[in-house]
């Protein structure tokens, strides 16, 4: 709302002799914009997890949009729930950087070690799961 608010605003100025002026709220509104994107991403990102998990626990659909459950869940254990969120991330910079350096190599190697990684991710949710919801 407060970027469409600042959209507004450069609109309206740049119909009068505020030209510059208009130029410059619409790049603060499309930083502003960008930013939010960025960060709400990021923080789905991060909840990802937690909400497959709880999902997983609950087996209903709407368990799977509590968001304050799901940061309970990542209190729990914070150390290792960060350990779940960052391994794909460095896992997907390894491969990517093998599928760069060994050119047709990496792209056979690519799919696998990307399912290898999804797959250390689920037991790494299993594993917490086990050590602190049972």
Request: net charge neutral; no cysteine.
């Amino acid at each position: 709302m407060v970027v469409a608010m600042t959209v507004g605003g450069a609109i309206a100025l740049g119909g009068s002799d505020g030209g510059q002026q208009a130029q410059g709220l619409a790049l603060v509104a499309a930083l502003l914009g960008f930013l939010l994107v960025l960060f709400g991403s990021f923080a789905l990102a991060f909840l990802m997890p937690a909400m497959m998990l709880r999902y997983a626990m609950t087996e209903q659909i709407g368990s799977f949009f509590d968001f304050s459950t799901a940061i309970a869940d990542i209190k729990q254990g914070f150390g290792d729930y960060l350990m779940i969120f960052f391994f794909p991330i460095l896992g997907s910079l390894a491969v990517g950087m093998l599928g760069a350096v060994t050119f047709g190599l990496g792209l056979v190697l690519s799919i696998p070690a990307t399912v290898l990684i999804m797959y250390i991710q689920a037991r790494m949710i299993g594993n917490y799961y086990r050590a602190y919801f049972m």
